[in-house]
């Protein structure tokens, strides 16, 4: 049988030799049939008829308007499903070998009679048009801050025209993270595109009540840059497939880059910021292209910031708390009963007071979760020790180990009640003069072999009283012979 190649070389060798002849014996054929191969023009393979027949009988031929039937009910069904199904209701009829010849029919039935597929249209998008972003979590990159997990989000921003890209680190989808990561990269921008699209964000977009319009916020924040919202279908992600795409590139290349570095481990956040800062120029030094000419038509920025804060009034409880996005936060005491105005942020707290900044908390994420600083109540709790053992949040009193095991230590040699005192003394002597200068001398006396000790000792050593030295002036005695000599000469 005459192969492909043996036609190939025929080819070939009827331009260089003489004869047909010697070009059919270089090429191992016979010359009739060298003839037909150069009359033909075509390759042994592109000769053979195609097979329109089965070459053996269809196992599912019985089966097959019924499968037919089931696929057009529910597109979905995978073959594996259907070959399962016949087997538990056909016993014995078909054999575990046969699945793939169903899988063939089921995908060539998909092709030629299943139901059309989702059609996705490639964008052109013009310089400064538009812009798009949304939140994409980084916590499987397991990046860790001095030794701890960080478990974080990242607001994403991307022009689509340059692929310029940018981002904040975040840690809820909130409108304060969606409003800090974009007034971030916009000022980072240097200039306002047309458009601005994200998902369907419920810091964004009023989902439940009216699912045209955006939030009250998001609209103010929309009309300070000057931008026009736009907005996905919902659970059509594609639509958002810029940013989506740059999602993956992105986590990819980060992916790379801690591999390169050699390990995960940061410092502090400020570090790892720094890190993903550098990461975004990397990625961006490709594109300077064609941002310039983005950089051309961008609007101009607005003369300032909008404040990324919401406001709410609240009058702090009589426990020194106060609650805010249903979590819990202790304040200085002397507030209670008053009237503070809370700055909610992306990830901090603060609580005002006439005009004047109280306090700057911790934003806590999530819901039903507290923020206690016995700095704040540990006046009152000296004052009623007993309301120390069934303290709601007692669990936050203790702002290490080191006086966890003191509490233990002080309960077991002085007592359960004694005990918790002298704890609730230790605690306000940390207050007064701070955790780093006691808790070094701390863990000395909660060793096994230290003895029995109470907070006043402690207060001794890290308070001596000051010494008081009486200086004793010199004694002139010329000053005796003047005042005699004086008297004499008044006696004379």
Known sequence: MVTDQQVRKLMKLIQSEETLTMAAAKSGMDE??????????????????????????????????????????????????????????????????????????????????GPPKEVFFPQDYRPGQLCQSDFTHLTKLRVLIRGEAFPHLLYHFVLPYSNWETGTICFSESYESLSEGLQNALWELGGVPVG????????????????????????????????????????????????????????????????????????????????????????????????????????????????????????????????????????????????????????????????????????????????????????????????????????????SSTYRLAYDRLVRDHGARPGELEYLRLLKLTAELGIHAVEGLLGELVAPQAGPWRTASLRSLLCPPPRVEVAEPAVDLNWYDTLLNTEVAHVA
Do not use: M
């Open 32 to 113: 009739k049939t060298a003839r037909k191969y150069r009359k033909l023009g075509r390759l042994p393979s592109q000769c053979q008829p195609e097979r329109s027949w089965n070459t053996r009988q269809d196992p599912f031929g019985d089966h097959w308007p019924e499968i037919q039937d089931q696929l057009k009910l529910n597109p979905g069904l995978e073959a594996k499903t259907i070959f399962a199904d016949l087997q538990r209701r056909y016993p014995g009829r078909f054999q575990d070998g046969q699945l793939r010849t169903l899988q063939r029919k089921v995908k060539r039935w998909r092709v030629t009679d």
């Open 196 to 399: 601005h699209q994200s998902d369907r964000l419920s810091a964004a977009v009023n989902n439940y009540f009216n699912p045209e319009a955006f939030t009250r916020r998001y609209q103010a924040l929309l009309r300070h840059y000057g931008l026009q919202g736009r907005k996905i279908q919902t659970g059509q992600a594609h639509e958002n497939g810029d940013v989506e795409q740059r999602h993956y590139r992105f986590k990819r290349a980060l992916e790379q880059a801690l591999l390169l570095r050699g390990h995960r481990d940061f410092d502090s956040r400020a570090e790892y910021e720094g890190f993903l800062q550098k990461l975004f120029k990397q990625l961006n030094g490709g594109r300077q292209d064609r941002l310039r000419e983005e950089l051309q038509v961008l609007r101009r920025l607005p003369v300032r910031r909008v404040d990324d804060a919401q406001r709410e009034r609240l009058r702090v409880g009589p426990s020194s708390t106060i609650r805010v996005k249903k979590n819990t936060y202790c304040v200085d005491s002397r507030l209670i009963g008053e009237l503070v105005e809370v700055r909610i942020y992306a990830e901090r707290i603060e609580v005002w007071y006439g005009q004047q900044q109280i306090h700057r908390l911790p934003r806590l994420s999530g819901h039903g979760k507290h923020y206690i600083n016995y700095r704040y109540i540990i006046d009152s709790l000296v004052r009623k020790p007993g309301a120390f053992e069934n303290y709601r949040y007692r669990e936050e009193l203790f702002p």
